[in-house]
């Protein structure tokens, strides 16, 4: 079965800093890569998400990379600001009806 | 659009009772919703599968007796914690998944605690 591996577990950045998670997946069947971002106490919010057949795909300060034959994909963020401080999950799919992936999570930290 | 409801957001409740909690996706039809746990400062854990008009999908290990999972609409899900006991408590969320599977939105998560 697929495996999502994510790292760093916790990442602490200077606010107008970038960051950068990083996660790999295990299956080339996996066609579909989302982010979600989880404040403390609320559900993960899908923030942005990439399919196979595109290699980058960005949402003003937020961008995410995918290297197909590599099997890894990347959440950039930039000019960090405190609101960003998060937990954020990455995850791979596979296919409708099934369900995502998760890695264990990055816990960014952005201090003013 | 694509939004996820839970009902309730927290619950309190003794040990031996049962609680249920609703999933609504509210401006969407969702085939399929999944149920997750999570433990504090951990990843979410898949629980089970539900689509609509057919039996729940449990993951190894999670007791299909004890979380009955109904999906009678496409666009309600229910779990019931039956016989809760205090190990229970956790932080319970769902995820709706859209038509033809291209996203999958969460709800905001039910806190429960047995006491």
């Known amino acids: 079965g697929e495996n999502v591996e994510q790292h760093p577990s916790t990442l602490s950045v200077q606010e107008g800093d970038s960051a950068v998670i990083k996660c790999t997946y295990s299956d080339s069947a996996s066609n579909y890569f989302p982010w979600y971002k989880q404040e403390l106490g609320k559900g993960p919010q899908l923030i942005i998400d990439i399919r196979s057949n595109v290699g980058e795909k960005k949402d003003q300060r937020i961008a995410v990379t995918l290297n197909k034959t590599a099997k890894h994909f990347s959440l950039h963020i930039t000019e960090t600001q405190p609101e960003d401080s998060a937990v954020y999950f990455c995850a791979a799919w596979e296919q409708a009806g099934t369900a995502l992936i998760f890695g264990k999570g990055t816990t960014l930290s952005v201090s003013s | 659009g694509a939004v996820v409801s839970q009902h309730p957001s927290w619950v309190i409740c003794k040990s031996g009772t049962s609680v249920k909690i609703e999933c609504r996706s509210l401006d969407f039809q969702a085939t399929t919703m999944f149920w997750y746990r999570q433990f504090p400062k951990q990843s979410l854990m898949l629980m089970a599968t539900?689509?609509?008009?057919?039996?729940?999908?449990?993951e190894q290990g999670v007791e299909k007796d004890k979380f009955l999972i109904n999906h009678a609409s496409l666009t309600l899900s229910t779990l019931t914690v039956t016989s809760a006991h205090p190990e229970d408590s956790s932080f319970y969320i769902c995820s709706a998944e859209t038509s033809g599977g291209s996203r999958q939105y969460f709800g905001p998560g039910t806190r429960l605690t047995v006491t």
């Open positions: 539900s689509n609509e008009g057919s039996k729940a999908t449990y």
